[in-house]
């Protein structure tokens, strides 16, 4: 699987598809998108990545392991449950900051619930390319065909 | 605030385990020692802070209140008494690992384990709500399970870490139907509430459930009998947590349940004779087996089985002066049972091995092992002034005040306490006298100061406290029993009685103790054919038997279901599907009818299903995986567009991602596949066909009966009412899934979570094994 269009769009694509993530999880609470979206985004660039260069190019620009990403982000997720206790609310009540205007970024809003949000994007990243590099490994052509 | 922080630090410290001692080297092995000090402390102040109890402290705090969960803790005298006991033991035993796992390469791993369960078993005595302490109480019961498998690489250890989890976990199942009942009954699951539920309870209709179904809980946990065998497995766990767990802690948690439900669901017959016949049925049972073992920590759990037994009768009895003899010998016990298993680590650790037949003479090279383990063993064999002697005597004297049938118990107490103190110069005092034995594994020496410091310490509080007892039973022994009995208890406990029938009892315990002790060879020698013979005949042969069975249901219910072809599975699924929903859609009775104002459709939106219809035909009869795979892409994407064309963005830009994730995935998976071939019969393929066509009919059925049927008002406008005010979001579905329905989320991507290491582990697994066969 050699193709030239597909190892430059996963070049060029790559880091537009991750700020884009980001985006579409930050502005998930008020328009279309949110951690779900955002992490099959993130996931989506890796993939075009892989299949365009190689997978192991993928993994290693992700720097850590899938399993690690999966692991922080159940972690963040059911963190962001704990502050609701500290003033008398429940588990997972969501708490918010007071608004405050950044330029360029207008008025924002932070609170648990994008905390919460922060925690399925990377666990969704963590499930998809976990899945995919190891269902990678059995698309590889085995050694002694290769050879 | 101070309840919630005492649990929270060792959790905090769990965490950081790993991170500070990593490798169990220097100063850093005992960061392990500092949550627990810290939590102790607290607690001390807490306790302080309640007068000793006289106004116990209660707090709560909100977590599920939709379901009416609620973190409520509390600190009364019996809580208060194993609260310190777990975390007072804990820093004891935390720096006693420090020299027992030195350098250990998994010692960081050790420790957050270790201090988990630490975490957990602190939340279980200090919970105040019964849903909250059966969290807890899991969590103790899945920590304990790494902790006794911590030597994972043994098969034996592996099992036995199983086998407790079982039946542990089993128990606890039941525990939770029996506080659902409770719940149902009071409309409360606050402990401190209950008490007051009393008549209430016994006079339901299902009481007797109640009782049965909790008593499973505790029975599991406390091993009692018939549940006995897993604790004496269970040491195959590294001993600082034998000594933790198995003496102090976790197997105390059953016992500490039915005390603090006593008020509640005991003072019944039922109640009472159960807990009678169980405990006293534990406490011989054990002594007996415990003659028999030439192993010192297998001893030690055999008596501490035995002591578990006694403390259940006692809490039987049901008498003020039973439940103080419980609470002082709880105490008692706890002491001297996590000194002997440190002591017996020590020497284990120094001489390799812990066979009583052969350890003989090693107070020279450890005098102060055998100092503590003497102190220890003193106590635990009742001989006065020690602490456990006021333990025994109250036992007599709790047996004595019953009316009606005071002579079983005694009996009971006096045959288990005699072999039990047999048993306790077996453990404490015979490894260190004699002549020293030569050919043992290892040349003993002194073990290092974090070995000795906690058995030291142990074993002259239980000196102390024995001379003194006024020191603790103002402070805390004095509110435990009252708060076991539901009512305030004015306790004195001295050391001497004066001559009366009780020390009488006791004296002649400690002759025939003494008498069987210098017969324990006569056990020793016949310890292989008794265990060959009750092996296969007790409750581990049932326990072993249903285990096997299990896998063999497994196994077979496998060969039947899982043919292995894909084919077959598929169509298992659709029909299953056909049946269950067509009978649920003949059942409503209301046949789907077309929506009368149905728009017409636009060019957009039939093109639309035009491709969509294609690329499905495209599918069906293509010869090319490839080809198929990419049709079905199309008609994914075709999805998507139709939620655009309804205006649903977020399901579209959901729908486009996981459409191409799965066809990327999909690709992978057949990439390797042979050419398609058509292997199945006219026959298969016609009936698949007709299969197929009902299952699409069937759900197009659905889906305009779901949209023609209105059986309540649709919940989406008041979300989306709710979405703005309440959780400052416009994005409903996004609000949805990161609010209003968080914890389903949660559920969600922890089950993704799974399912990824799954398929990484079974791949993995293919991948080693390609490997394997191509390098031979």
């Known amino acids: 699987m050699n193709s030239f269009i597909l190892s430059q769009a996963g070049k060029l694509l790559f880091p537009a598809l991750l700020i884009l993530s980001v985006i579409e999880l930050y502005r998930g609470h008020n328009l279309p998108g949110g951690g779900f979206i955002g992490g099959l985004m993130a996931a989506g660039a890796f993939i075009l990545l892989g299949l365009g260069v190689s997978m192991e190019e993928s993994a290693r620009r992700l720097r850590v392991r899938p399993t690690t990403l999966l692991v922080i982000g159940l972690a963040v997720a059911a963190l962001s449950g704990i502050p609701g206790f500290f003033v008398g609310k429940g588990f997972m009540d969501g708490l918010w900051l007071p608004e405050f205007h950044v330029p360029f970024l207008g008025g924002v809003h932070l609170g648990t619930p994008l905390l919460f949000d922060v925690g399925v994007y990377f666990a969704v990243i963590g499930f998809s390319l976990e899945t995919v590099f190891s269902l990678a490994v059995l698309a590889e052509p085995d050694e002694e065909e290769a050879s | 605030m101070v309840l919630f922080l005492s649990i929270l630090v060792i959790f905090v410290g769990a965490l950081l385990a790993p991170v500070v001692s990593k490798r169990g080297k220097g100063w850093a092995a005992l960061f392990i020692a500092v949550p627990p000090l810290i939590s102790f402390v607290l607690l001390v102040r807490a306790w302080i802070g309640t007068h000793y109890g006289a106004d116990p402290l209660e707090v709560s705090w909100q977590w599920f209140p939709a379901l009416g969960v609620g973190f409520d803790l509390r600190l009364d005298g019996i809580s208060a008494l194993m609260g310190l006991l777990v975390t007072g033991i804990g820093v004891l035993v935390a720096i006693y690992s420090a020299g027992y796992m030195k350098g250990h390469p998994q010692y960081g791993r050790f420790g957050l384990f270790l201090l988990l369960f630490m975490g957990s078993m602190v939340g279980v005595v200090l919970s105040n709500h019964l849903i909250l302490l059966f969290v807890f109480w899991e969590l103790t019961s899945i920590t304990s399970y790494l902790l006794i498998g911590f030597n994972h690489e043994e098969e034996g250890a592996r099992k036995k870490a199983l086998q407790a989890l079982l039946v542990t976990g089993m128990g606890a199942v039941a525990m939770l139907g029996g506080f659902i009942f409770i719940g149902m009954e009071t409309g409360t699951y606050k402990i401190s509430e209950l008490g007051g539920f009393q008549s209430v309870l016994a006079e339901s209709p299902y009481y007797i459930a109640m009782v049965i179904l909790v008593l499973m809980g505790a029975f599991t946990k406390s091993a009692q009998v018939p549940f006995h065998f897993w604790l004496p497995n269970a040491m195959a766990a590294p001993t600082p947590v034998s000594a933790f767990l198995h003496s102090a802690t976790m197997v105390k948690a059953g016992v500490f349940l039915m005390a603090v439900l006593t008020p509640s669901l005991g003072g019944t017959a039922l109640w009472n004779g159960l807990l009678m016949t169980f405990g006293g049925a534990t406490f011989l049972t054990a002594v007996c087996l415990g003659l028999f073992q030439p192993d010192l920590k297998k001893i030690l759990a055999y008596t501490t089985l035995g002591v578990l037994g006694l403390l259940t009768m006692l809490l039987g009895i049901g008498t003020v002066l039973a439940f103080e003899a419980m609470v002082l010998f709880l105490l008692g016990h706890a ?166 029938v009780a020390l009488f009892i006791s004296a002649v315990t400690l002759t025939a103790g003494i008498f069987l002790y210098c017969g324990r060879r006569f056990f020793w020698h016949r310890h292989e054919s008794f265990n060959a013979f009750w092996r296969p005949r007790g409750a581990e042969a049932v326990y072993d038997y249903l285990f096997d069975g299990m896998i063999r249901l497994a196994k077979w219910q496998t060969k039947r279901l899982q043919s292995g072809y894909l084919h077959n599975y598929v169509f298992i699924i659709a029909l299953a599907t056909i049946g269950f929903l067509g009978w649920g859609f003949l059942s409503f009775n209301n046949w789907p009818k077309l929506p009368a104002d149905l728009p017409l459709p636009d060019l957009l939106f039939s093109g639309t299903i035009l491709a969509m219809m294609v690329a499905t035909v495209f599918a069906v009869i293509t010869v090319n995986r490839i080809t198929a795979l990419v049709s079905l892409g199309v008609v994914g994407f075709g999805i998507a567009l139709i939620y655009v064309y309804f205006g649903a963005p977020d399901l579209a830009i959901t729908q486009l991602l996981v459409e191409t ?64 005010s309440e959780a400052h979001g416009r994005d409903i579905v996004n609000v949805i899934l990161v609010d209003f329905r968080a914890i389903d989320t949660l559920g969600e991507i922890t089950v993704l979570s799974v399912a990824a290491l799954g398929i990484s582990a079974l791949i993995a697994r293919r991948v080693t094994r390609k490997k394997e066969e191509s390098d031979g």
């Open chain 2, 335 to 500: 002491l001297y049972k996590a000194c002997l298993f440190m002591t017996s680590g020590a020497i284990d650790h120094e001489t390799g091995t812990r066979d009583v037949t052969v350890l003989r003479g090693l107070r020279k090279a450890m005098p102060i092992t055998a100092i503590a383990a003497g102190l220890a063993a003193l106590s635990m064999s009742g001989v006065p002034p020690f602490f456990g002697f006021i333990g025994k005597e109250y036992v007599y004297k709790a047996g004595l005040a019953l009316t009606g049938m005071p002579l079983t118990v005694l009996v009971v107490a006096f045959v288990g306490n005699f072999i039990m103190m047999a048993l306790a110069l077996k453990a404490g005092i015979s490894p260190f006298f004699g002549k020293p034995a030569e050919n043992l594994p290892k040349h003993p020496h002194e073990a290092p100061w974090t070995m000795w410091i906690g058995p030291l310490l142990l074993g002259t509080l239980g000196l102390l406290f024995g001379l003194f007892p006024g020191w603790v039973s103002h402070v805390i022994i004095g509110s435990a029993a009252s708060a076991i009995a539901g009512e305030t208890l004015d306790l004195h406990v001295k050391l001497w009685h004066g001559l009366n």
């Open chain 2, 661 to 724: 994730l799965t066809v990327v995935l999909l690709m992978f998976a057949i990439y390797r596949l042979p050419a398609m071939r058509l292997l199945s019969s006219k026959k298969t393929r016609l009936r698949d066909a007709i299969l197929s066509g009902v299952f699409g009919l069937l759900i197009m059925g659905l889906v305009l009966a779901a949209t023609s049927i209105q059986v309540d008002l649709p919940i989406s406008d008041k979300l989306s009412e709710m979405s703005y």
